[in-house]
């Protein structure tokens, strides 16, 4: 059951006023009640109402919720705030409203299982499972008042860590020379980094998402993780290898479709021989590596103009910010398109008839004489229409802060403005994407799918989904050392540039090192043929296995047993110190000859785009098959720690 909060309180058809408490789910379960007001004992009747919504969450699997409507409780923030402060002498500002929010929400938490726990008495055993700092109230007062659960806290990114990167501080080479306390005061946000120490330090067993959150938690939070739980997505796997790839053709097509109308007037470049980059989340500058990606299309712009590349790369930057509206030039772009589409259209439809007619009465018709004067002035017209004197835009919308928007800064520095010289062209969509947009109907899912790389050079990133995202719909993607993501691929795979995971590493190289890494990275996938793109999609999607939450879930199993023989030693056996037993993951380096040139470089010359299928010696099933011994299953169904009896109703697992 997830237990969240309820900032806005909506209306349901069904209500239940029961007198004085409601304490168990299946109670609610069997009424089919989907609104719950029920009164906090040791308050006046009239003050002592609250309001909870209990349902299924409308997500696959549809697990049951119940939301607590902190509005109806903000009555009692004063004496919870005095009760904190009691507990563990932390204070909260009265003007920072989103940690009173945390604390009323962790006050109801700790309420509802100290009912909870006194209603079900010895079992089943309760698990209390807390994500980041806002929820960390609840874990405190919970183990103050000595409430007989088991208690997991996992933190996504320490609170401290992502203020100070986002102030451009040389983060990780100073791990260990913050003034913890100094740092957190001076943003003042000290009350809520109180709040997130004392929730790991109170929790019987702590996570986090990456290798490379947990050595930033032990400098900033003084407490190294049990457990790492990586972060997975429910992968739908193809029946056929094929499915992905088309799905890969026709997101591409449109996409196309959408670059064809940007740069009207100035489409001088084979888009068979096009490239699509992109990078994504939000606008976090600095934190997601945006800086050196502009400064890496910059030299890879110069590298292609060069070694005189017929290859175009087109970038998309999708990072919501302000704007006004769409800008006109992006519009009149799309209308100029379908304008151009319904004019070839209505001259092939006429030309058709004409070879119809001509080719059924034997004869082969005069070319000059299918087309009149007219089709000719439509299709002079038409052409004149994608006449534009001025040069693509580089964004899609008007921008409210345009003058000091981060991105168009550095495009400005840069000199990437769309020029026909320029074989790297940028566009920068500032809003996220939607498939009822007028500019690029696409949804991000599609969006993904048709583009050939994703480049996500973080900074901080503790897991980073976006290139997780790639790797589950088999497009390559660039990451860095320094993301969760990027740890856990140079854990798990032996060669990840081969399956299409390159990791540029901004932990033990200068910046514009990293960045010459991350340039090199984009110009070898620029040398790569078409076929040669194919197979490392192909190699790409079969690491989704890696990334299912039926592997994953297993850490997260693992954090649970663990907190259980820490809260109850008396009835559940575990040894804290033995491995999860995750060894035999990494996956070989493939047989075939490497997807990109890179390593040979500078001894072969650049293959033509004509290729003998011999010259490759590859079978994607052997492939396949080899890559899938290298995944081991997941704990075997029915495995338990020691000394766990099974309740009813509970699985194996």
């Known amino acids: ?102 604390l009323i929400l962790g006050s109801l938490i700790a309420w509802f299982f100290k009912e909870l726990t006194d209603n079900l008495g010895d079992k089943p055993n309760v698990i209390g499972h807390f994500h980041e700092w806002q929820a960390g109230a609840g874990l405190i007062l919970s183990r103050s008042r000595k409430i007989p659960m088991a208690t997991v806290f996992t933190t996504h990114a320490t609170l401290l860590g992502r203020y100070l990167c986002a102030g451009n501080a040389d983060f990780y080479n100073n791990l260990d020379k913050f003034n913890i306390d100094k740092e957190a005061g001076e943003r003042q946000i000290y009350h809520r980094y109180c709040l997130e120490r004392a929730a790991v330090h109170c929790a019987h067993v702590f996570t986090t998402v990456s290798q490379i959150t947990a050595v930033e938690a032990n400098h900033m939070l003084h407490r190294k993780p049990d457990v790492v739980t990586p972060n997975g997505l429910n992968v739908k796997k193809f029946s056929a290898m094929h499915e992905f790839q088309n799905l890969h053709s026709t997101s591409k097509t449109r996409i196309q479709e959408f670059v064809r109308g940007h740069f009207y007037g100035h489409l001088d470049f084979n888009l068979e021989k096009t490239l699509f ?16 990606f502009l400064e890496s299309l910059s030299r890879l712009n110069y590298l292609l103009r060069v070694h005189r590349n017929d290859v175009t790369v087109v970038v998309f930057f999708i990072m919501p910010a302000k704007t006004n509206n769409f800008n006109v030039e992006s519009l009149k772009g799309q209308a100029v398109r379908k304008q151009l589409w319904d004019t070839a259209h209505t001259v092939k439809e006429k030309f058709g008839k004409k070879l119809y007619d001509a080719l059924l009465t034997g004869t082969i018709p005069d070319m000059n004489s299918i087309l009149d004067r007219d089709d000719f002035t439509i299709m002079k017209r038409a052409i004149y229409a994608t006449q534009r004197h001025s040069l693509p835009p580089v964004t899609t919308h008007n921008m409210l802060d345009d003058s000091t928007d981060p991105i168009l800064s550095n495009v400005r520095r840069i000199g990437l403005f769309n020029s026909r010289n320029d074989r790297v062209k940028i566009i920068f969509h500032p809003e996220f994407l939607s498939s009822t947009s007028p500019l690029l109907p696409m949804d991000y899912e599609d969006f993904v799918r048709g583009c050939n790389l994703g480049v996500f050079p973080s900074y901080y990133e503790p897991w980073g989904y976006t290139p997780g995202e790639c790797t589950v719909m088999g497009i390559p993607s660039v990451t860095t050392n320094l993301s969760g993501f990027g740890c856990f691929m140079e854990e798990h795979v032996s060669d ?69 023989s820490r809260a109850f030693p008396e009835k559940f056996k575990m040894d804290p110190m033995a491995p999860l037993k995750t060894e035999g993951f990494r996956y070989p380096r493939p047989y075939s000859v490497p997807p990109s040139p890179s390593a040979s470089l500078h001894s072969t010359p650049h293959h033509s785009d004509v290729e003998d299928d011999d010259d490759e010696s590859y079978d994607e099933d052997e492939e396949a098959e080899r890559d899938r011994l290298n995944i081991k299953a997941p704990f075997a169904p029915g495995a338990m720690p020691e000394g766990k009896k099974k309740q009813p109703g509970e699985s194996g697992n």
């Open 496 to 564: 990840p540039a081969a399956y299409g995971i390159y990791i540029v590493d901004r932990r033990f190289r200068s910046p514009e090192e990293s960045c010459n890494q991350l340039t090199q990275f984009m110009f070898s996938f620029c040398q790569q043929s078409r076929r040669q793109r194919i197979i490392q999609r192909n190699r790409t999607e079969r690491l989704s296995d890696l990334l299912d939450w039926r592997y994953l879930g297993r850490f997260y199993i693992h954090a649970r047993h663990l907190a259980l």
């Open 1 to 102: 059951v997830f237990i969240l909060p309820l900032l806005n309180s909506t209306s349901f058809s069904s209500t239940v006023t029961w007198p004085n408490k409601v304490l168990k789910v299946s109670s609610c379960v069997s009424a089919r009640v989907s609104e719950v007001y029920f009164s906090l004992s040791g308050f006046p009747v009239s003050m002592s109402v609250l309001q909870v919504h209990f349902g299924r969450w409308l997500i696959e699997g549809s697990p049951y919720v119940i939301l607590f409507d902190i509005g109806s409780a903000a009555w009692n923030l004063d004496r919870w705030k005095g009760d904190l402060w009691q507990t563990c002498s932390i204070g909260l500002p009265y003007h920072d409203r989103e940690a009173n929010d945390s």
């Open 277 to 292: 980059f992109f990078i994504a989340g939000r606008y976090e500058f600095s934190n997601k590596g945006a800086d050196i």
